[in-house]
T-cell receptor, first 114, second 113 residues
Framework: AQSVSQHNHHVILSEAASLELGCNYSYGGTVNLFWYVQYPGQHLQLLLKYFSGDPLVKGIKGFEAEFIKSKFSFNLRKPSVQWSDTAEYFCAVNGGGSQGNLIFGKGTKLSVKP | DTGVSQDPRHKITKRGQNVTFRCDPISEHNRLYWYRQTLGQGPEFLTYFQNEAQLEKSRLLSDRFSAERPKGSFSTLEIQRTEQGDSAMYLC???????????FGQGTRLTVV
């Protein structure tokens, strides 16, 4: 069965610091990969997605992620975080013949200190 | 606003009661998903519809849970004889077709007392 691991439960950064959130998945076939964000009190929103092509994917609000197939990883990065990036971030995957339902990681809570 | 609407936003019920939640997806989306999210966890897949057909169910969906999507439009999720372990956020999502972005609603937070 597919699974997604997010390495950090809670990350605390100061504004302007660089961010990298780890995500690994456990499926050897073709996968589609996603990062979703949930701001306090709001719904899940898509940050970025990878289906095929360039493994470096750019998303909204300056976020990017790199798909490294050999490492089964899809880490999220941002060079300089802002206080408004405080949120919970979820990595998700679908693939393996599933009908498109997503398998989510447990999430990483990011707190950015002003 | 994502366009996926869920009702109610909050529901408090006594153990043993039945509850029903509604989801209205984005109008042209033919795929609809239900997820459950508990504290400290990511959303967990419950079930999926393509139009009115329920095509996949997770083993998390016990016999007390039933979902429908009549006419391929809105969907309902019913939980019978609720238990305290059913307390969670129930999320609905819709997508245009397979392997496209899923849009999530705000969720229905269920508390079973």
């Amino acid at each position: 069965a597919q699974s997604v691991s997010q390495h950090n439960h809670h990350v605390i950064l100061s504004e302007a610091a660089s961010l990298e959130l780890g995500c690994n998945y456990s499926y050897g076939g073709t996968v589609n990969l996603f990062w979703y964000v949930q701001y306090p009190g709001q719904h899940l929103q898509l940050l970025l997605k990878y289906f095929s092509g360039d493994p470096l994917v750019k998303g909204i609000k300056g976020f990017e992620a790199e798909f490294i197939k050999s490492k089964f990883s899809f880490n999220l990065r941002k060079p300089s975080v802002q206080w408004s990036d405080t949120a919970e971030y979820f990595c998700a995957v679908n693939g393996g013949g599933s009908q498109g339902n997503l398998i989510f990681g447990k999430g990483t809570k990011l707190s950015v200190k002003p | 606003d994502t366009g996926v609407s869920q009702d109610p936003r909050h529901k408090i019920t006594k153990r043993g009661q039945n509850v029903t939640f509604r989801c209205d997806p984005i109008s042209e989306h033919n795929r609809l998903y239900w997820y459950r999210q508990t504290l400290g966890q990511g959303p967990e897949f419950l079930t999926y519809f393509q139009n009115e057909a329920q095509l996949e169910k997770s083993r998390l969906l016990s016999d007390r849970f039933s979902a429908e999507r009549p006419k391929g439009s809105f969907s309902t999720l019913e939980i019978q004889r609720t238990e305290q372990g059913d307390s969670a956020m129930y999320l609905c999502a819709s997508s245009l077709r397979r392997n496209t972005e899923a849009f999530f609603g705000q969720g229905t937070r269920l508390t079973v007392v």
